[in-house]
């Protein structure tokens, strides 16, 4: 069963792409009386080994980003206003009028652009750059500002988490979500020796799975991710690329990853044989992780399972109850067969 309460935790937590500590913090706790052998890498990765009840026929690394999308302070007006740009992929058509927060006091700001009433002509239907966006905190200079916030702060999405019986609402789902399913794994009773890795600026290039595949040298990965649902009205059902409620997402092939087809398909059976969801990724568009995985060293066979997910990047994310519960479960399944050996090397290629 997801532990939401946890889930909630973890994504109401501020981690920006290299401002990840915050969430360090909770999975060090919840995992440390679990873990046989944790590591912090030079990048801020958690690099853990749990022991299981027997030595696996393949070395399996499971994995999920820490960090979340988000913004960064880049100059101060003279008269007190916050400049930014975005770090990690963000839908700039969202952020005009969007509560904000900076940093580790926690600093209130609102996300301005000009008025709509003074503007001509294209203005008023064209998206804004960032570069004409704003934060306003309330400051009446420069030097009011640098009282609370300082060049190169974290700038956050300031959203609640809400759920009911069907969904969770709440920014940062994407990859908190697939940071629990690692922590639910550790703590369990696994049946092979495994590894796994939270990893830092996923939303940035990749970066921190790039340095903990090399560090762990695997021969299989699974990736524990977040993906865009598009199953909203105006989109066409061949556009909409996954379905809330459809279950696991698993995906063929994307921007930086041609998946593992062994490993793909032995998803699909696994999830018919323990009784949950599974869809296919309807489009190749986007990355994640798996794109750096997948290369390191002599090469990781990779598969990528993922939450659908609607306005991903956003501060408020939308995921289906029954979606999280299905990748628990398959996540926990696949992971046994792997270890076990179920797709040797050596037999398959």
């Known amino acids: 069963m997801i532990d939401y309460e946890l889930l909630k935790k973890l994504c109401t937590a501020n981690g920006i792409s290299g401002d990840e500590n915050s969430v360090r913090g909770i999975i060090l706790d919840e995992i440390k009386q679990y873990a046989d052998d944790v590591k912090i890498d030079n990048l801020g990765n958690i690099l853990v080994h749990k022991a299981g009840k027997s030595k696996p026929m393949s070395r399996l690394m499971l994995s999920a980003h820490m960090d979340e999308v988000g913004l960064m302070v880049t100059d101060i007006t003279s008269d007190g206003f916050i400049k930014f ?20 006091k926690k600093i209130n700001g609102v996300i301005g652009v000009k008025p709509i009433h003074l503007c001509r002509g294209d203005e008023s239907t064209e998206i ?11 400051a009446n200079s420069k030097e009011n500002v640098l009282e609370y916030v300082s060049y190169g702060d974290s700038i956050n999405f300031a959203s609640s988490y809400s759920e009911n019986d069907y969904v969770i609402k709440s920014k940062a789902i994407d990859d908190r979500f697939g940071c629990l399913v690692l922590i639910d794994l550790i703590k369990s009773d696994l049946e092979y020796d495994m590894d796994f890795a939270f990893v830092v600026q996923e939303e940035v290039g990749l970066r921190g799975a790039k340095v903990a595949a090399y560090s762990i040298d695997p021969q299989y990965a699974i990736v524990i991710e977040t993906t865009t649902a598009a199953d909203i009205p105006g989109v066409d059902e061949t556009g909409s690329v996954c379905t809330l409620g459809q279950g696991a997402v698993i995906s063929v092939m994307d921007r930086r990853t041609i998946y593992d087809k062994e490993m793909v398909a032995l998803a699909f059976e696994c999830a018919d044989e323990i009784g949950v969801k599974a869809q296919y990724k309807r489009a190749v568009a986007g990355g994640n992780d798996s ?4 290369q390191s060293r002599g090469g990781v066979r990779t598969l990528a399972i993922s939450l659908p997910c609607r306005y991903l990047h956003s501060p408020n994310c939308i995921a289906d109850k029954s979606d999280c519960e299905s990748i628990l479960k398959l996540a926990q399944k696949m992971s046994v067969l792997i270890a076990s050996g179920k797709l040797n090397v050596k037999e398959n290629f």
């Not at 740009?85 to 580790?104: A, C, H, N, Y």
Request: charged share 30%; glycine share 18%.
């Open 291 to 294: 794109g750096v995985i997948h």
């Open 128 to 138: 804004s750059k960032l570069s004409d966006m704003y934060i306003d905190i309330g």
């Open 85 to 104: 740009d975005e770090v990690g992929g963000i839908d700039k058509r969202i952020l005009p009028g969007k509560s904000v927060t900076f940093g580790k």
